[in-house]
C-alpha cells in the first residue's frame, strides 16, 4: 500500500470500522480516483473500498455524475475522458447546438 492510500485510510475510517464523517469534496475525491483505477467499478465495490456508506457512495457519484466527471450504466461505473466530458458540456449548456445526447444515443434537439 503506498503513502497515499495510507493517509486516505487514516484519515477516512477508524480502526474499528466506524466510519468518520468527511466533507462533500473528500468524498468525491476519494470515489473519483478509486473509479479511475479501473475501466469501471460497481457501487458495491466503491463501499468497500472506500469505507464510506452507500448513501455517501451514492451521494458522491451524484455530484460526480452532475459534474461530468464520471457515467453511471447498467450498475456500472466509469470515468468519463475529457473528449466526453467536454463534449458532454457543450451539449448540455449550448443551447444553439442541433443535437443532443440522452442514454448514449444522439438524437436532434426538439425546437
Do not use: F
Amino acid at each position: 500500500m503506498d503513502d497515499i492510500q495510507r493517509i486516505r485510510t487514516k484519515t477516512l475510517i477508524h480502526h474499528h470500522e466506524e466510519c468518520i464523517k468527511v466533507k462533500d469534496e473528500d468524498a468525491d475525491w476519494l470515489i473519483y480516483h478509486l473509479v479511475a483505477e479501473g475501466p469501471s467499478t460497481t457501487v458495491d465495490e466503491l463501499v468497500l473500498t472506500s469505507g464510506l456508506d452507500t448513501s455517501e457512495v451514492d451521494k458522491s457519484l451524484g455530484r460526480l455524475e452532475r459534474n461530468l466527471l464520471i457515467e453511471q450504466r447498467e450498475g456500472r461505473v466509469r470515468v468519463l475522458t475529457i473528449g466526453e466530458s467536454l463534449l458532454l458540456c457543450q451539449i448540455n449548456y449550448s443551447k444553439d447546438l442541433p443535437y443532443t445526447i440522452e442514454n448514449g444515443v444522439v438524437r436532434e434537439r426538439e425546437k
